[in-house]
């Protein structure tokens, strides 16, 4: 779906966001937004789990978690296949020191669309993120036209319901970076979900577009809009120097989003994440017009979204299940 310059306008008018999702500030100057209905506060910035695997040192990750916390950035991403489980080992260890686990909400993905593995994946990331219970469990890579029915027929979501009786997690969700058509088809189950993630990005606005065909979707159903590749993945469009990295925040923060997940991989990224959060103020409906004029030659083919048309950026894990060759 391509927005025509009506459209744009139209989607513009429902800014700014602040108002429309009841920001609060917390004490750290981190505005905070709710997670759809679940009655939860999350930071508007969430710290991304994949990046957190990057140090060799794991004294880094450590120094990065606290301090994320500590300034308030209080959403915490992960998933059972990042790094093959270091990445919730690892922020698992940050987040049993001090309290620290107390403080955030905790997110993880589970893989497997079948209950057994999806019981073990949940006792896996358990014990991985040393933690008794995860605050919002999510399928990972609905990126498949059949996800949908392997989830219902397989047993996956009869996992995430027992899990969820057990205490094991607090709310459930998705995820997804190809089409929003089969985002469309996950959130149609008829099943109480309770948070999406989903590309949002400058150039999602005029491609394949989860702003456009999810988010006003979600916000019907009350399900809380989780954003992922706020710079389309690979940086590549900072890189050609289309964009800058302020007006990527400030455009996926303009957006009706709960949280954004963002991958901080050091002091120096989370410094400047903090510093845009904390002076963010959402994009006019001219400053809106303004970008997506500007970046309309570029933005319609997808050629900075790859992850939406190719199997590139699908996992090693979810293209094994589907038959696809690794």
């Not at 929003?180 to 150039?203: E, G, S, T, Y």
């Not at 289309?242 to 455009?251: A, D, I, K, S």
């Amino acid at each position: 779906m391509t927005p025509s310059r009506r459209g744009f306008l139209s989607g513009a008018a429902a800014l700014p966001l602040a108002e429309a999702l009841q920001s609060q500030t917390s004490a750290s100057g981190i505005p905070t937004r709710p997670l759809g209905k679940t009655g939860v506060q999350v930071s508007m910035i969430g710290l991304g789990g994949h990046h957190q695997a990057r140090p060799k040192e794991e004294s880094e990750t450590f120094r990065l978690v606290h301090a994320a916390i500590d300034n308030g950035i209080t959403f915490m991403d992960n998933a059972w296949d990042y790094h093959d489980g270091r990445a919730e080992e690892v922020m698992g260890k940050a987040l049993a020191m001090d309290g620290y686990r107390k403080k955030v909400f905790l997110m993880t993905k589970v893989c497997d669309r079948d209950y057994a593995g999806a019981m073990k994946h949940l006792e896996d990331s358990l014990r991985r993120l040393r933690t008794d219970v995860i605050d919002l469990w999510q399928f990972h890579e609905c990126n498949y036209y059949n996800d949908p029915q392997l989830i219902q027929e397989n047993g996956g979501l009869k996992a995430a319901l027992e899990a969820k009786k057990q205490g094991k997690v607090r709310f459930l969700g998705f995820t997804g970076h190809k089409h929003p058509r089969i985002h469309r088809k996950m959130l149609a189950i008829n099943f109480p979900w309770d948070a999406c993630q989903m590309p949002n990005n400058v150039m999602d606005y005029q491609f394949e577009s989860f702003r456009h065909e999810m988010m006003p979707e979600c916000a019907k159903a009350g399900v809380g809009v989780i954003g992922m590749k706020g710079c389309c993945g690979d940086a590549r469009l900072l890189k050609d120097g289309l964009v800058t990295v302020e007006e990527c925040y400030r455009y996926f923060l303009s957006q009706p989003i709960s949280t954004q997940v963002c991958g901080l991989a050091n002091m120096e990224d989370l410094n400047r994440a903090l510093a845009m959060a904390r002076s963010f103020k959402p994009m006019s409906a001219a400053e809106l017009q303004a970008l997506s004029a500007r970046l309309r030659s570029v933005a319609g083919d997808g050629r900075y979204e790859h992850f939406k048309t190719t199997q590139r950026y699908d996992s090693g894990h979810h293209r094994t299940q589907h038959g696809f060759p690794v």
